[in-house]
Structures are given as C-alpha cells and as structure tokens.
C-alpha cells in the first residue's frame, strides 16, 4: 500500500533504499551480536523467507494494477534475500548483499517504468492499458520489458546472481546448521517453485501490457515515446544492471572479505 500510494520517486527510494534496512540490520548488527540467536532462529527465518518468495508471486499473479505488482514482486526478492541470510554461509550473505544492490536497480527501474506509463495512459490498471504498448511506445516498452526479465532472473543480468546463490547456499548451509540441511534443501526447492511463478507473472503482464493491438481507447491519441529527460535518469540503472550481471565480481569482491570474517563467527 506504501508503493500505491506513493509518488514514483518515493517508490523508487522505498524500494531502493528503505526495504534493505531490515536485512542490512541483519547482516551488520543481528548476526555479529547476537550469533547463538542466529543459529536458533536460522531455520524459521528460512521459512518465513520461502513463504514470503511464494506468498508474494501468487500475490502478483492476482494484481491488476502494474505498481503493486511491481510491490509485491520486492517482498518476493526481499524473500531470497532472508533465505541467503539463514543459511549464515559465505555464499549466503554474499547473496543477500547481491540481492539487495540488484534489487535497489532493478525494482528502483521498474517504479520508474511504471510512472512513465501512468504519466502517459493515466492508469496503472493492466486492462485499462490493454496491451499494444510496443505499437505505440517501443521504447518505453522495450525498456519496461527488458527490466521485467531482469527481475525474473534471466541470467546475464543483475537479478540472476544473488537468486542463485541464495538457493546454491541453502543447498549447503553453514556447519552449525547441519542439523538442518534437509530442511534447507526442501527450502531449496519451494525457493526454485517461486522462480518460476515469478517468471510467471512477470511474463503474463508483458503479454497483456506490451502485446498485442493498440486498444481503440488509445489508437488515435498521440502518446510520447521516452524522453530525453527520462533516458538520461534511467541509462545509469540500465549499465548497473547489465554491468553487475556479466562481473558480478565487481560486487562480489568488494564484500566477500567481510563476508568471510563474518561468517567465521558461525565457524564456517
């Protein structure tokens, strides 16, 4: 509801920034302080994270309006991030980092999509838009689809990484968790289930948003293509998610030592 209701800037910093807070709390003050917690609490942590994954894309598969879908879609991300972070390995927080700087890009791009589209049609509503936006605006639509597949995990984007480490991590969790491993890697499936469900919705809404005809409400109105203003704000977004997709070591070794250190204090 904070997303709806929210203007596109504010759901950009919301998505960028504000829901990272409580995973980075986490990782930089949780989980160095309170260790033994950690490790008691890691597997309820897993599940709440994989109800969240699940949850949040049949969630979407039921939204009407593209802006929350695109919310709901953060809670379902947000889940990978908490299942990397109950792992407590290496490959685990390393994901949850991953997964947050991706997120910020990708669903920060979304939002922004998404506003570009409400400033054009007026509406959010997918059956008021009805489709044919590659007709009408290919560029807004190009980029809008090309952001979406980021989001779904398609590899060689920012969004594949940090979704398959976390799922790689719950394969095998840190060693304090050996107890758990068969839970984990039941986590693991059900976490793989929401990858595809997120593909899903995601690929549906680019059928009914950018497919098909131009509707007769829109076909003689003149709707502007990306501009200028836009296409500025967004291209670095666009390198970022690109960039982190095919060097993800970019990321990945900036945070690994500290990762390591950390993760030592669960004697992995």
């Not at 302080?33 to 969240?52: N, S």
């Not at 597949?149 to 060693?175: D, Q, R």
Request: aromatic letters at 10%; hydrophobic letters at 55%; a positive charge.
């Amino acid at each position: 509801d904070a997303h709806t209701e929210a203007p596109t800037v504010g759901s950009v910093l919301l998505a960028g920034v504000m829901l990272k807070m409580g995973a980075y709390g986490f990782i930089r003050i949780a989980l160095p302080i309170l260790p033994q917690a950690a490790r008691i609490w890691a597997p309820a942590i897993g599940i709440l994270a994989v109800i969240a994954i699940v949850y949040a894309s049949l969630a979407c598969l039921a939204q009407k309006d593209l802006k929350r879908l695109i919310a709901f879609s953060s809670v379902g991300h947000m889940g990978f991030v908490m299942l990397g972070i109950a792992t407590l390995s290496p490959i685990g927080i390393n994901a949850a980092i991953f997964g947050m700087v991706a997120h910020g890009l990708i669903t920060g791009m979304l939002f922004f999509c998404v506003g570009s589209i409400y400033d054009r049609y007026h509406t959010r509503q997918i059956a008021e838009i009805g489709g044919g936006m590659l007709q009408k605006i290919p560029a807004l639509a190009g980029i809008f689809a090309f952001v979406a597949i980021a989001s779904l995990g398609l590899p060689g984007l920012a969004g594949f990484i940090g979704e398959f480490m976390a799922l790689l991590s719950s394969y095998g969790p840190a060693g304090v968790l050996a107890g758990h491993t068969t839970l984990f890697r039941v986590l693991m499936v059900f976490g793989g289930i929401g990858t595809i469900l997120t593909a899903s919705y995601f690929l549906w809404t680019l059928q009914r948003v950018n497919m098909g005809v131009v509707p007769e409400t829109w076909r003689e109105k003149v709707i502007p293509d990306v501009t200028a203003t836009e296409m500025v704000t967004w291209v670095p977004l666009l390198i970022g998610i690109v960039l982190l997709g095919l060097f993800p070591r970019i990321l990945l070794g900036t945070t690994n030592e500290a990762v390591t250190a950390l993760s030592h204090i669960f004697g992995h």
